[in-house]
């Protein structure tokens, strides 16, 4: 009977929800229009009171007329939500009723998604996890450029245009890093936030989020879900999903709030400590997720000769390029130092091929611009920019030199690096380090006469070959075809434009400069490259990979001359 009761009461007062949630909207999206009629500070507090009063009778009534367990992740979140909005009503009330705003669409997603039309939509998206994919991203992004529209999310409080929210928001989803406006500059704190959120969930990952909320809400994960999960993370072998999902949750957090610290370190010296662990956090979460957006104009090129600067930055890019099954490897290695305990073949090829590309970048670098952008700078200098742009340009954004003033060599050394990029599973774009690993073990097995690629005693399957030399010439065709249309668009050299498009297709965010001002439609492209660059690759695998249909017959066979 209490159960029931509480079950009625429960239901009355979210009832309530959606009138404020669309008050919310309404007071959030068009703020400028209500502002010539009603005193709109003093509405968005007693707006904020209001959310914040809802989710504190909502807290009563759980705990009176319900058990915990019986609600628990719900409580909790909502706890966190209540406290949070608390603290955050004494800086500003606009981001307590955006907080309780998200809160209210995601519990009428979950309806639509999970009951309505007695759950047929989660049936149909669960049974098509590259089309769920590539939708969830899309989505993300849509949204996003709707809040980075909404005139407080800008210093000016004017609406920012369509097509720019839409290529900013892309970018932050997607860790790219490139901008057609200054991030410090242009943007109010609530839209770096909006885009620091959006860089969060495009670094751990649509699938990661979206599977973490599923299984939270007591939803029992299809098998084929689970597979694309496993693509996602790089993982060969069977795992256990929640586990994984918290210790990437973990990791991640664990790792950010580090670097956060150590960034403190050198910006404590310019800012107030407010300000300082701001930046700190902000450029912390952007290094990892490799994404490039930085609070500085010129990246960090004041930062060029700052050692701690520059080996924080590098070590989070490297850790989150790396992959998270290639972390979790690397640590139960080192927690089994007594047991017999291997890398995995993936591990070796990853941690191999990013130190090789790591040492080789440096070096070109350091010789190609030792005459030029770095001309002025003591051999030391030269040396830890070398090694910077050799590690930001797997797909992280950031730089301590003129991108636009660097040789052509240089140049040439970049693109081939953004188009590489980083590890599968990881927070970074590009074919990835395994997928040229394996184009250079089949080419060297081609040279040796071997008919078999092999590499650290094991022998690696055909297919493998296959899907990475599949992969790289999809990649090649895309990108040349998208070069050509900007071509065709915009007076850029070919050289610039196929910089900012493999920058675009490995999600790194480097440019020489071409970014603010290319046309609509070439931004567009764009756009498509830094989304394509981001699912593409994924999607396609995993579409092949859970292709159904089997010949049960062989067409005869015939040679083709190659070469």
Known sequence: MKAKIGRKLQDLIESFAYPLALWNFLLLFFEPLFGRYIEIHTSQLWTAYSNLAYLLFILLVRNTFFSIEEHRYKTVAD???????????????????????????????????????????YKKMMGNPPITFMISFAATILSGTFLLMLPSATVTHKMTPFINALFTSTSATCVTGLVVVDTGSYYSLFGQLVILTLIQIGGLGIMTISTAFAVLLGQKLALKVENVMQNVMGESKSFDMMALI???????????IIGAAFMFITFSRLFSPGKALYYSIFHSVSAFC??????YKDSFSSFYADFNINAVVTLLIIFGGLGFPVMADVYNR?????????LTLHTKIVLSMTALLLVLGTISFFLSE??????DMPWHQKLLCSWFQSVTCRTAGFNTIDQGQMSHASILVSI????IGASPGSTGGGVKTSTFALLLIAILALVRGQSDLMIFRRKIATSNARQSTSLITLSLMFVSFIVFLILLIDPFTLEETLFEAVSAFGTV????GITTHLSSLSKLLIIILMYIGRVGPLTVLFALSQRKKVLHYTLPEERVTVG
Request: aromatic residues 22%; glycine residues 6%; hydrophobic residues 60%.
């Open 416 to 419: 081939i690096l953004m188009f």
């Open 290 to 295: 490799n994404a490039g957006f930085g609070l």
């Open 370 to 375: 030792y005459h030029y952008t770095m001309s």
């Open 246 to 256: 918290k210790n990437v949750i973990l990791f991640t957090m664990l790792i950010e």
């Open 334 to 342: 080192l927690m089994h130092k007594t047991q017999r305990y291997s």
């Open 509 to 512: 965010g480097l440019s020489t």
């Open 79 to 121: 706890a966190l939500i209540l406290v949070f909005g608390s603290l955050l009503l004494l800086y500003d009330a606009k981001f307590v009723i955006f907080f309780l705003f998200i809160r209210q669409v995601f519990y009428f997603a979950k309806f639509f998604f999970l009951h309505a039309f007695e759950g047929a939509l």
